[in-house]
């Protein structure tokens, strides 16, 4: 079993900043592409950013400019650090990560989700 634990979520005012982590933990042998996805309330869920094993990242357009993705592959943990936040970034945000596990097979696994709320 694996479990992806996210952390950072909050109340920020606009412009602010928030940065959000997502830690996996289990029979981990290594993590392939580790993603963030958040759906507002009453809206579909969409993509803000992923990240490969080696670095590259995307980012949606709505955040490019804004938001940056980071790794650290020894501690099997990714980043989202959010800057220049306005209200329309207000959603739960989820994180997920395709998974080696040590007996070869391939999971993707998602994150509990973190609120984060953008507000005067």
């Known amino acids: 079993q694996v479990q992806l634990v996210e952390s950072g979520g909050g109340l920020v005012q606009p412009g602010g900043s928030l940065r959000l982590s997502c830690a996996a933990s289990?029979?981990?042998?290594?993590?392939?592409?580790m993603a963030w996805y958040r759906q507002a309330s009453g809206k579909q869920r969409e993509s803000v950013a992923s990240?490969?094993?080696?670095?590259?990242?995307n980012y949606a357009d709505a955040v490019k400019g804004r938001f940056t993705t980071s790794r650290d592959n020894a501690k099997n943990t990714v980043w989202l650090q959010m800057d220049s936040l306005k209200p329309e970034d207000t959603a739960v945000y989820y994180c997920?990560?395709?998974?080696?596990?040590?007996?070869?097979?391939?999971?993707?696994?998602w994150g509990q989700g973190t609120q984060v709320t953008v507000s005067s």
């Open positions: 990240i490969t094993s080696g670095g590259s990242t």
């Open positions: 997920n990560a395709d998974v080696r596990l040590l007996n070869g097979r391939v999971y993707r696994y």
């Open positions: 289990g029979s981990i042998f290594s993590i392939n592409n």
